[in-house]
Nanobody, 121 residues
Framework: QVQLAESGGGLVQPGGSLRLSCVMSGSTFTAHAMGWYRQALGTEIEFVAA????????YYADSVKGRFTISRDNAKNTVYLQMNALKPEDTAVYFC??????????????RGQGTQVTVSS
């Protein structure tokens, strides 16, 4: 059974940075492309970033391109999201997904509970 546990969220001022982490258990990590998603209050889930099993290929939503970086450490079963130059509109619950299909929809098969990111002065 795939389990995903996110950490690293919090309150940050506009222009600040945060790094989110997501640890997987219950499955072979390298069998999964991984992704990050977010959901602001009252809105639909939004794709943020995805990464192939090897880490060689990364994909980003236009809204975060150039500010966010997705990476993975296969030895630690962990995927990261480095978020820089944060804006108030980045405020949302962020969660990681596993078993991501690397097409235009970036559907996931498993997801974590999420971690709150709030960008406010």
């Amino acid at each position: 059974q795939v389990q995903l546990a996110e950490s690293g969220g919090g309150l940050v001022q506009p222009g600040g940075s945060l790094r989110l982490s997501c640890v997987m258990s219950g499955s072979t990590f390298t069998a999964h492309a991984m992704g990050w998603y977010r959901q602001a209050l009252g809105t639909e889930i939004e794709f943020v970033a995805a990464i192939s099993w090897s880490g060689s290929n990364t994909y980003y939503a236009d809204s975060v391109k150039g500010r966010f970086t997705i990476s993975r450490d296969n030895a630690k079963n962990t995927v990261y999201l480095q978020m820089n130059a944060l804006k108030p509109e980045d405020t949302a619950v962020y969660f990681c997904g596993a078993g991501v299909v690397l097409n235009s929809d970036y559907e996931y098969h498993y997801r974590g509970q999420g971690t709150q990111v709030t960008v406010s002065s």
